[in-house]
């Protein structure tokens, strides 16, 4: 597993996805290298069978977990143990933060082709065309607007973009040439 910062990330986004028993449960697979039985899942959750069955298909689904088979010496019966399958992980972190950058670019996009007009009063944010509509008075409390000047909105969305694709290049390096 990677850094603690991106754990927690991770974390909150299979809560997201899987509803909140998707992190306690994938933090019990982080921390098991050679996989686990779902009978000790339930007893390091407190989860029962049900929703440990439901979180792990949903977690196999999403590629984030897999399973491998083993007879029970005992009684020959299939033994399930499960592992976060770390490669997949980690392209689906990639790809999340793929779908920022596109959302951040549209975002500079929009900022960088409109002239804004605010409130001063109350916040309200106009562009051209709807301040020209509302003859540059504001909607809610008929206030004088003002033009905005967006360069430190332009210049934080460029930073972050660039931080983005710095990280996401560094991580495609690594799968690309595993250590
Ligand atoms: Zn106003």
Known sequence: M?????????????????????????????????????????????????????????LQALGIASYRRDRSPEDGRFLYYWFIDSGRLNQILI?????????????????????????????TRLTFDEALENDFKCPKCEGELVAEDNSGVKEFLRSMIAKLEEEIANEERKIAAPS
């Open 95 to 123: 790809q999340r933060k793929k779908a920022v950058v596109n959302k951040l670019k549209e975002r500079l996009e929009y900022e960088s082709k409109n002239t804004f007009f605010t409130c001063p009063r109350d916040g």
């Open 2 to 58: 990677k850094k603690e910062a991106n754990l927690k990330d991770l974390i909150k986004f299979i809560n997201e996805y899987v509803g909140n028993s998707g992190g306690a449960v994938f933090e019990v697979l982080a921390q098991s290298d050679k996989g686990i039985l779902d009978v000790d899942i339930m007893k390091k959750t407190g989860l029962d069978e049900q929703e440990v069955r439901r979180v792990l298909y949903e």
